[in-house]
Structure formats: C-alpha cells, structure tokens
C-alpha cells in the first residue's frame, strides 16, 4: 500500500436542476484502501461517484484518476479508463436480457479474448464469493434486490478493476448477507489491493471496514479522518450523523417554510398544490 | 406589453429547445452510425432485425394484402365506366410501388417497431442499464444504438417490396379472380408500364429514406427521455407521432423530386 492518491478531487462545483449540489469538494483517494464518502440523504453521495466516473460534467474543479483528468478525456479515453474502474450500482442495474451468468460474464466476453471454459470458472468463481452459484440460470427478474446487488458486485469486480465505487451497498440486505457483504468489500480490498470508494449512510458497517472517512453536508467536505477520530470529532454535526441523533444542527426536514403558517395558509390562495 | 415579451421569450426558449434536441439528435445519429463491423456487432444485427423486421413481417404483409384488394375494388368500379378496366393491373402497381407501400409500410413500422425501440432503449435508461454498460467501458451508442439502427435502416425497405408483392397479388385475387378481369391484361399492362429504375427504384429510395428517420426519432427519443414512467410513454407517443409527420412530409417532398417532372 502506498499514500499517493489514486483519486483526486479538486475544488469540484456542481449544480443540478438549479440546485448547489456541490460547493467546493476537495478529496485525496488513497491508492489501495477503502475511503467511504457520508453523509445524509440527498447531499448528492451517489452524484459525487456519477461525477468520478465521468457519467456528469461537473462546472468548475476536476477529477483526476491515476493522474488523467477524467472531464478531458476524449469518450474513447474514458472507456479506455473505465474499463480499470468497477461500479456497483444500487439498484444493481444488472442487463434485464440475460441471465446471472451471462451478466457477470459480460464484461469478460466484450474486453477480453478467453477461451469459454476460462470464462466460465471466472464467473462461477465469482459468483462463488457472493454466494450466488446456485442462482447462475435465473434472470434479474427472478432476484430479490440484495440478490440483484450482489450479482451486480460480482459483475463489477470481474475484470478485477483497480478502482471500484460502491453505491450504498448496504441498502436492503438481510443480517447475514450484509455481514458477508462488509467482509467481501473488505476482502477484495486487501487481497487485490483495490481502491475502493464507499458511499453509505450504514455507520456501523461503513465505518467497520474504512480507512478513511469523509463526511459530506450542504455541498462540502464537513468533516475527514479515521473512522475512530470521528467518532470523537468536536463537531457537533459530525457526532450528530454519526451517533444517529435525531436533534441537532442537522435537520430532519427539506427546507419548508415554517410548519404553522404553512398549515393554515389557504391552499386556493397560495395558487394550488404547493 | 410584458406579457407578450414574456410569451415572445417563451417561443424563443422553445425554439432554442428544439435546434438543442435537434443538435443533440445529430451527434447522436453520428457517434452511433459509425459503429465498427465486428462478429459480435453482426450478431447483435441480426438478432434485432428479427426483433425489427421478421416480427413486424406480419402486420405489413396482411395490411399490404388489403390495401392492394382494395385499390383493385376501387379501381375496377372506376375504370369499368370507361371500359378500361384492363388498365388496373398498372394501377394497382403504380400506386402501391411509388407511394402507398413506401409510406404505409413506414406508418406501420413506427407503430409496430418504432415505439417498441424507444420503450426498450427508455426502460434501459430509467433501470441504469445504459449508465451501467458505460461504467463497464462499452458505448451504449455502439452496443444498443447502432444494431437496432442499421436493423430499421435494412428491414423496412425489404417489408416494404413485401408490402408491393402481396399488395399486387392481392389486386390480382380482387380484379382478376373475383371481378373477372382479363389475367393477360392485368400482368402485361403492368409490364408495360412499371418502369424499374423510376417506379420500384424511387419507390425503395423513398423507404431506405424513411426507414433512417423513424429508426433514427425511435432511438433517439429511447435514449434522450426523462428516466421516469411518464418520461417513457411521452416519448413513446413522440416517436409515433414525429416519425408519421416526418414520413408524410418527406413523402411530398420526395414525391416532388422524383416524379414532379413526370407529364
């Protein structure tokens, strides 16, 4: 494992639908450890890896994986590096036209030349470690979300890629599967020595198997550090998501005028629905 | 005074919208054409010219039949008047090869085939199937784009020369089986009359002309919707109602063209 930065962020803005989804995001992505990105619901986590995999463009700062600056590539040159990167997504997103099997071996058949019976132990190994080898024949439609999600990481990790990005890999797995789910992502990260960027509100289990943390609010960087200085951070709002308090500078509510006068204003006056 | 600036702004934001999409719609049209032939792409292209054109085989073929009964039905009471009902052989054909079989078969194939691509490529979008491909390094553009647009682009000529043959034997069944006009007449006036290159060849001009327009709107809006359930059914009806408009207006215009200088 070495320090230097297999990710960099820098000074990323980025607004959607009129809205500052990011003000300012600086990140340093350690090659071969596991960085989880934090944060409430709606702060844009799942925007934030959409933007390092070059899927969004962001308005100003840059995105630089292994030293190429992700927003400047040509789309060949970005096809070319994504090849080295795995996506797991969270609704798995697996193609609905084949089956389990065909899934996970989908990217061994377009990028690479193996003879079919080297595929197939490749999938099924890998199927293996997600505990899914059973399921080979079925289709997604067939397969209950965490199910999905598992193929999906099975999918994502097949070319072995030195970068993967998990979308809230946590979301809809039952105790078990979850357990093995965080000892995989763990796994994978040490023995292949793979960046990995987790973006999750599961505290418990992200901050289990993080190196490193950052917390995201109101489009910046709030917080950073180990999982334990976290934990102890001063910052009221950081103790606040990380110890699940309800009350605290962090609100539960979207921005809404004040509840009382929103009740009894006239919803014919205010023009209808809103 | 403010309000009709204001519409004004409105009309001038919506034209912008459209020269956008349009833009939008020719690089799209130029990034996905340009797929490189592999084994693989020839076999992604067969399977969707099964999906395009073997499928919608069977509603082109029997609406071809009607309308080709029905020029001749038509055509026979009309003709008989002047006693020359031995014209209708070359009627029937004429009107079927340059323009009913061209742009029927178009209207047919947006609805039947048209509005089936837009949904899957629309359903891919909404389920991040295509941002997943991406993420995996293939162009979507190349792998989902470009099969089904050269399918389009091969199948609807060759459904619309089906089209013209079962409309002719249809006219054939009417004029000459059921009204009883002269089997010798109804062949060689047609023989006589059809000129290959300027009646079969416009009339297949015309269909590669708007076979690469309805593939082209039907993946374009596929691919370009809002990822949403409503997102998908507007673009949907979009594509069958773009692809007919553009069909009927581009019909005129090639009908000019091609046979405006005819006396």
Redesign the interface.
């Known amino acids: 494992m070495t320090d230097v930065p297999f990710v960099e962020i820098e000074d990323l803005h980025f607004t959607f639908g009129g809205r500052e989804i990011f003000r300012g995001i600086n990140m340093a992505i350690p090659h071969g450890r596991i960085t989880a990105i934090m944060g409430p619901s709606g702060t844009g986590k799942t925007t934030l890896l ?1 933007l390092i ?1 070059g ?1 969004l463009t962001p308005d100003s700062g840059r995105v630089l994986i292994d030293g190429q600056d992700v927003h400047r590539l040509s ?1 060949k040159a970005l ?2 590096l ?2 080295r ?3 797991l ?1 969270q ?1 798995g ?4 036209d084949l089956d389990v099997f065909e899934n996970v071996a ?2 061994l058949r ?2 690479t030349d193996l003879p079919e019976p080297m595929i197939r132990d490749l999938v099924l190994l890998k199927l293996q470690s997600v505990g899914l080898r059973g399921a080979r024949a079925l289709t997604p439609a067939e397969l209950s979300g965490g199910m999905a999600r598992r193929v ?1 990481l099975a ?1 994502a990790v097949a070319l072995d890629p030195e970068l993967i990005l998990y979308d809230e890999p946590f979301v809809g797995q039952d105790p078990i599967s979850m357990g093995v789910l965080v000892e995989l992502i763990r796994r994978l990260s040490q023995a292949l020595e793979l960046t990995s960027i987790v973006v999750s509100h599961d505290i418990k289990e992200t901050l289990s198997i993080a190196d490193y943390v950052y917390l995201i609010s109101d489009g910046k960087v709030v917080a950073e550090g180990t999982p334990k200085s976290l934990d102890t951070h001063a910052d009221p709002r950081v103790s606040q998501f990380v110890h699940g308090e309800p009350d605290g500078p962090v609100p539960f509510h979207y921005p809404a005028p004040d509840f009382y006068s929103d009740i009894l204003d006239d919803a014919t006056a205010s023009g209808g629905h809103p | 005074m403010t309000k009709g600036i204001e519409s004004l702004a409105r009309w001038g934001r919506k034209g912008c919208d459209s020269f956008e999409s349009l833009g939008r719609a020719g690089i799209f049209l130029a990034q996905s054409a340009v797929a490189v032939p592999s084994r693989e792409g020839l076999r992604l292209w067969l399977h969707q010219i099964y999906f395009v054109g073997v499928l919608s085989l069977a509603i082109v073929l029997v609406s071809g039949l009607f309308i080709g009964m029905v020029l001749a039905l038509q055509g026979y009471t009309i003709l008989v008047d002047f006693g020359a009902e031995q014209a209708l052989g070359q009627m029937v054909a004429l009107s079927l090869l340059r323009e009913l079989a061209p742009v029927v078969a178009a209207l047919l194939f947006a609805g039947r085939a048209g509005s089936a691509l837009t949904a899957e490529i629309g359903l891919m979008k909404a389920t991040e199937q295509l941002t997943s491909m991406e993420m995996i390094g293939v162009d979507p553009l190349r792998r989902i784009v470009a099969p089904r647009l050269w399918a389009g682009f091969v199948s609807l000529p060759v459904l619309t020369i089906g089209f013209s043959v079962v409309g002719i034997w249809g006219g054939y069944l009417v004029g000459v089986e059921w009204l009883g006009v002269f089997e010798g007449s109804y062949w060689s006036n047609m023989q006589a009359s059809v000129s290959f290159l300027d009646d079969v060849g416009n009339g297949i001009i015309k269909s590669l002309v708007f076979a690469l327009v309805v593939t082209w709107i039907a993946v374009f809006q596929g691919y370009d919707l809002v990822p949403t359930s409503e997102g998908i059914s507007r673009a949907t009806t979009r594509t069958v109602v773009y692809s007919s408009l553009a069909v009927l207006g581009l019909d005129f215009v090639l009908t000019v063209v091609m046979f405006g200088g005819l006396s």
Do not use: I
Not at chain 1, 93 to 96: H, V
């Open positions: 959409k995999g899927q789309r096809f070319e994504r090849k990167m795995g996506m997504f609704s997103a697996l193609f609905s989908f990217p377009v990028h999906a999918r």
